[in-house]
């Protein structure tokens, strides 16, 4: 989750428990997981009334589906396996036989 492993979720621990100290970290740790809660709800809040405002043609939709980087990523795999299959569909041209060339296109 968010690239972080093992070893630098403890390296932060190791660095809010020096600079906190263990008596107030507890105490911490739970706003965290208060805030954390909080911020899922609204997330999951928001989703609902785009799903909501959208309508039932919408209804699978994900907030993760409008992240522009996973829009371009489809688009460019979709285009892909488009050219793949018009590639394979397209007929080679008979032996001999030159393509057809516009003298006004060049």
């Known amino acids: 989750m968010f690239g972080v492993g093992l070893a630098e979720l403890a390296v932060i621990a190791f660095i809010a428990l020096l600079a906190f100290g263990p008596d107030r970290?507890?105490?911490?740790?739970?706003?965290?997981?208060?805030?954390?809660?909080?911020?899922?709800?609204?997330?999951?809040?928001?989703?609902?009334?785009?799903?909501?405002?959208?309508?039932?043609?919408?209804?699978?939709l994900e907030l993760r589906d409008l992240d522009p980087r996973s829009i371009v990523r489809r688009h460019i795999i979709e285009a892909m396996e488009d050219e793949e299959v018009r590639l394979v569909a397209q007929p080679a041209l008979p032996e001999g036989q030159l393509p057809p060339y516009d003298v006004d296109a060049t």
Do not use: C, T, Y
């Not at 959208?54 to 209804?59: H, I, N, R, S, V």
């Open 25 to 60: 970290l507890p105490e911490l740790a739970k706003q965290a997981a208060v805030m954390l809660r909080k911020a899922k709800v609204l997330a999951n809040s928001a989703r609902d009334e785009i799903r909501g405002e959208l309508g039932p043609e919408f209804a699978d």
